[in-house]
């Protein structure tokens, strides 16, 4: 499945750049800077969606000891991170011309950090317990502590007054996003997907041959790779 997700991949990230940078047209108020949704949008959908696919899977792992579901925790915190950076650093490339600043303590920016700073905790607990099992047990407590803050991201422009704008896709009926800027973006979203697909596969290959390396089937394997 790798390269199917890898070529998927790659055909839908094409199209929707093609898609956001010349075919939909600039935002009557934000201009050419709107250009940045079509990657900050899917990158911050990204960093939710990674959080709960590593703490289903770390739940799985925690009751079923199912070592696939741990591997597929462990692989998808690193991705996860990367997203959610990418998402507060385009985020504030957005916030300098729209705000006049690169941060604010906005309740949606402040709780995407403390996603990232989730993230970077599970990742350190993982690597500071020498036995992968241990590990993943450890780190799966925090990760289903840490879920709560996953509603306030999404509801926090609800909750709060915050300077941050309101959904416009995903809000009830129909979008407030012209179509003609609506369909690059869930290109672009669906593509963020994908590769999200494709980096957990390549990576859990590698983690599952690492743990496995004195197992005689990857030995067999490494024997016939020879051959």
């Not at 941050?164 to 973006?185: D, R």
Request: glycine share 6%.
């Amino acid at each position: 499945m790798i390269p199917w997700f890898g070529w998927i991949t790659v055909l839908l990230l094409t199209a929707g750049l093609i898609g956001a940078l010349f075919l939909s047209p600039p935002d009557y108020q934000q201009g050419e800077s709107v250009r940045i949704i079509y990657i900050h949008v899917p990158a911050a959908w990204m960093s939710m969606f990674c959080y709960m696919t590593m703490t289903i899977a770390a739940v799985i792992g925690l009751i079923w000891r199912i070592k696939l579901a741990e591997v597929v925790a462990r692989v998808s915190a690193p991705i996860g991170a990367w997203f959610t950076f990418l998402a507060l650093v385009t985020g504030s490339l957005w916030g300098k011309p729209m705000w006049g600043t690169y941060w604010v303590w906005d309740a949606r920016l402040t709780s995407e950090l403390i996603l990232l700073f989730l993230y970077l905790g599970y990742i350190a607990l993982q690597n500071a317990i020498e036995d992968p099992r241990s590990a993943a047990r450890a780190s799966a407590i925090l990760a289903i502590v840490g879920v709560v803050n996953i509603p306030i991201i999404k509801f926090s422009v609800d909750w709060w007054n915050t300077l941050h704008q309101p959904a416009t896709v995903s809000k009830m009926g129909t979008p407030s996003i012209a179509t003609s800027m609506l369909i690059p973006l869930l290109i672009m979203a669906v593509a963020f997907m994908t590769y999200f697909g494709w980096l957990v596969l390549k990576k859990a290959r590698c983690e599952v041959l690492h743990r496995e390396r004195n197992s005689a089937w990857v030995k067999h394997l490494i024997e016939d790779s020879k051959h």
